[in-house]
């Protein structure tokens, strides 16, 4: 059955740094989505990505996020100067087409930022 | 402001012993709610999409429905590998892809 996936599954940096966190989306979805997860609290959506642009976006994904689907399988998400309250659970989720309201999650990247 | 609320915030059952996971909406314009179980440090595993007031979708032990004001998600004789945290989501019809998630319910299935 198709997933998923997302790299690496945990990423601990210093505060400042850059991070990229990658995931390769179902092969035949067209729409991406990252949400973040702190620990103990409610999963919540960052953004949404289709045709190549931002669909949506909550007030969480301020300017020091951004996303970017590099080639045909890859849909990145990066935080340009890591802060001690980016520390979370970062899942990716994908969906087929604008008919179904269905996303599908991956397994998610825990971030530590120090 | 949009708000999805769950109860019990965690529930603790026999095995074999049946209940009922609540989840209340306020939301604009809902245009599907839906049901995921997590697992400890793992991602959202979707189990069902309910888009209408009184439909009800079933998988294995568990059957969920929908009402204007609330979804429920009945657990008929559960098993320990049952025991995961549920949780309710809803999206808006004028939000493109928004999901909004409530804080779950942590369930626990003691054999």
């Known amino acids: 059955e198709p997933e998923v996936t997302q790299t690496p599954s945990h990423q601990v940096t210093q505060m400042g740094q850059e991070v990229i966190l990658r995931c390769v989306p179902i092969s035949n979805h067209l729409y991406f989505y990252w949400y973040r997860q702190i620990l103990g609290q409610k999963v919540e959506f960052l953004v949404s990505?289709?045709?190549?642009?931002?669909?949506?976006k909550s007030e969480i994904f301020d300017d020091q996020f951004s996303v970017e689907r590099p080639d045909g399988s890859n849909f990145t998400l990066k935080i340009r100067s890591t802060k001690l309250e980016d520390s979370a659970m970062y899942f990716c989720?994908?969906?087929?087409?604008?008919?179904?309201?269905?996303?599908?999650f991956g397994p998610g990247t825990r971030l530590t930022v120090l | 402001e949009d708000q999805v609320t769950q109860s019990p915030e965690a529930l603790r059952l026999q095995e074999g012993e049946s209940s009922s996971l609540n989840c209340s909406y306020t939301?604009?314009?809902?245009?599907?709610l839906f049901w995921y179980r997590q697992d400890p440090g793992k991602g959202p595993e979707f189990l069902f999409t309910?888009?209408?007031a009184g439909e009800e979708k079933e998988k294995e032990r568990l059957k969920a429905t929908l009402t204007k004001k609330e979804s429920f998600l009945h657990i008929t004789a559960p098993k320990p590998e049952d025991s995961a945290t549920y949780l309710c989501?809803?999206?808006?019809?004028?939000?493109?892809?928004?999901?909004?998630f409530g804080p779950g319910t942590s369930l626990s299935v003691i054999p």
């Open positions: 989720a994908s969906k087929t087409s604008g008919v179904t309201d269905t996303q599908y």
């Open positions: 990505f289709y045709n190549n642009e931002i669909s949506e």
């Open positions: 939301v604009s314009g809902l245009r599907g």
């Open positions: 989501a809803v999206i808006r019809g004028t939000s493109y892809d928004k999901v909004i």
């Open positions: 309910l888009y209408s």
